[in-house]
């Protein structure tokens, strides 16, 4: 079986334990109005869509006050035969109730 037939089975597996979602409508706001106008775009329906990006998307900054290091662990230029430059990052997160540390590769 071919890495593109395993990867094609395990989303397909995926997706069936994913639960129903709709994408709101741009054009109808959460009280049902329609929107017709530019000024009730940016008065009513516009705040609402943010609000929504903001809940369920991007989230929220934490309040509590954090400070924020990295370090380069690796740095490859010459990834791919040449074709892109990879980096590696260790990133770490401290706050009062300690700290967590991940790596990013870039």
């Given amino acids: 079986m071919s890495f593109k ?3 094609q089975t395990f989303i397909k597996e995926a997706e069936v334990n994913e639960p129903d ?7 109808i706001a959460q009280n049902g109005v329609q929107i017709k106008t530019i000024k009730q ?3 009513l329906r516009r705040p609402e869509i943010l609000k929504l990006f903001k809940s369920e998307v991007y989230g929220t900054q934490p309040k509590e006050i954090y400070n924020l290091s ?5 740095n490859d230029t010459l990834a791919l035969q040449n074709l ?6 260790a990133i770490k997160v401290t706050t009062e109730r300690g700290s967590l540390q991940f790596n990013l590769l870039l």
């Avoid at 979602?21 to 054009?27: E, H």
């Avoid at 990295?70 to 690796?74: A, D, F, G, Q, R």
């Avoid at 892109?84 to 990052?89: H, I």
Wanted: charged fraction near 30%; glycine fraction near 0%; hydrophobic fraction near 40%.
């Fill in 70 to 74: 990295y370090k380069i662990l690796e």
């Fill in 84 to 89: 892109a430059n990879r980096k590696q990052c």
């Fill in 5 to 7: 037939i395993k990867a």
């Fill in 41 to 43: 775009w940016e008065a």
């Fill in 21 to 27: 979602y709709s994408i709101p409508k741009l054009l």
